[in-house]
């Protein structure tokens, strides 16, 4: 049975190194990151052209399964792949991290819901972590924003006062906790991303009693099956195929 791997996270790649060679196994990146950190074994890099193009790709190449293991937040490839296999019988399994608890964050629905926030609490330097797409709701925002990303936003999607830091996790509690002290932060707004790569900042937070703005992730497919580790993925795959 040959397996379509959507990737582009750490349990992406740790799944297709515990399934490889034994399983036909081809990765898929969205292609958004230059110079990502491949899997072992095939990889194709870019989109599908929306559900249409998944069917014609999943056809054409004869897959037989297909788990998801891209961000929690890449919620239209989520929906697009579970449509896609519900309509062909393709047996697919959602790898989702366990989301992070909360705690005494303030849970939002969107970045914009985060914006509006910021401003009514007049939070003034923020440490903004939701990646490349999340600056555009904060474009109109009177706040200096210390933006961490892998890739650098549109400029038009930055706020007027802001300091872009181009980095890939992991990231240790120590450097979070001078980063916030250095840059004099007083709020801190993240996406419920979950695992260990780059829960730091949320330990940092705590410790300099630094309020959190969490958004919360959203809703997996209606019917979908998933689970929360590679073992379990990997229990899951060869389950399919016996």
Known sequence: MRVLLL???AEGRALAQALHPRVDIVSSLAG??????????????GGFGGVDGLRRWLLEENIGAVIDATHPFAATMTAHAAQVCGELGIPHLVLARPAWDP???????SDSKAAE?????GFSRVFLTTGRSGTKAFADSDAWFLIRAVTRPDAAALPRHHRVVLSRGPYRYDG???LLREHRIDALVTKNSGGELTRAKLDAAAALSIPVLMVARPPLPAAVTSVGSVDEAVEWLYRQEN
């Not at 958004?32 to 890099?45: F, I, K, M, T």
């Not at 705690?103 to 629905?109: K, L, M, N, R």
């Not at 926030?117 to 609490?121: C, K, M, P, R, T």
Request: charged fraction near 20%; hydrophobic fraction near 45%.
């Open 7 to 9: 990737g582009g996270t």
């Open 32 to 45: 958004r990151v230059p110079d990502p950190a491949l899997p072992v074994g095939p990889v194709r890099v």
């Open 103 to 109: 705690g005494s964050a303030i849970v939002v629905e």
């Open 117 to 121: 926030i910021v401003a009514e609490q």
């Open 176 to 178: 979070e906790l001078a």
